[in-house]
T-cell receptor, first 108, second 113 residues
Framework: QKEVEQNSGPLSVPEGAIASLNCTYS??????FFWYRQYSGKSPELIMFIYSNGDKEDGRFTAQLNKASQYVSLLIRDSQPSDSATYLC????????FGAGTRLTVKP | DAGVIQSPRHEVTEMGQEVTLRCKPI?????LFWYRQTMMRGLELLIY????????DSGMPEDRFSAKMPNASFSTLKIQPSEPRDSAVYFC???????????FGSGTQLSVL
């Protein structure tokens, strides 16, 4: 079983729609959870982090964490073509492990 | 701060040659990570250091790979001898604490022919 799993994608949404990205993890001791965005040919950059159960909002982005279900999600509201990228879920328990990523395309 | 600095940006070498990748973390960051990214395997953690000490190298593929951190501002990842299957993008990242966000370098695109 992979340590961090993401919905395989690719995911395509129209401009202005909500994009929903999901992630599950296997290590119940994990303490912190991150979403990174990676444009093609670039390095990952942090979008959101969440430590506690519930929702955390930052502009158009909302991260959701459910530790009992070992589930993390990222919602992108009012999706823009510039949001088109690969989104990486990362889980930290003394080291940072990444999922395989979900490629998102936002069509104008 | 200039961020995490990696060199070289691109490296093309022939099978059997030694390859050395370099990384300068952000000043004040206590943790340094080496990752490898491929289409097939995604972003894999190779090794990480805390205060210059290697903590977990279980992700290092085999003995051909080695990493050092002689001081707080410099780390190297060495592959000797290199093989075509080592071709990938190698990222270095640093963070202030164990549960803190990572800052990535620009990566080194390695091609082993």
């Amino acid at each position: 079983q992979k340590e961090v799993e993401q919905n395989s994608g690719p995911l395509s949404v129209p401009e202005g729609a909500i994009a929903s990205l999901n992630c599950t993890y296997s290590d119940r001791g994990s303490q912190s959870f991150f979403w990174y965005r990676q444009y093609s040919g670039k390095s990952p950059e942090l979008i959101m982090f969440i430590y506690s159960n519930g929702d955390k909002e930052d502009g158009r982005f909302t991260a959701q964490l459910n530790k009992a279900s070992q589930y993390v999600s990222l919602l992108i509201r009012d999706s823009q073509p510039s949001d088109s990228a690969t989104y990486l879920c990362a889980v930290n328990n003394n080291d940072m492990r990444f999922g395989a990523g979900t490629r998102l395309t936002v069509k104008p | 701060d200039a961020g995490v600095i990696q060199s070289p940006r691109h490296e093309v070498t022939e099978m059997g040659q030694e390859v050395t990748l370099r990384c300068k973390p952000i000043s004040g960051h206590d943790y340094l990570f080496w990752y490898r990214q491929t289409m097939m395997r995604g972003l894999e953690l190779l090794i990480y250091f805390n205060n210059n000490v290697p903590i977990d190298d279980s992700g290092m593929p085999e003995d051909r790979f080695s990493a050092k951190m002689p001081n707080a501002s410099f780390s190297t990842l060495k592959i000797q001898p290199s093989e075509p299957r080592d071709s990938a993008v190698y990222f270095c990242a640093s963070s202030q604490g164990a549960d803190e966000k990572l800052f990535f370098g620009s990566g080194t695109q390695l091609s082993v022919l």
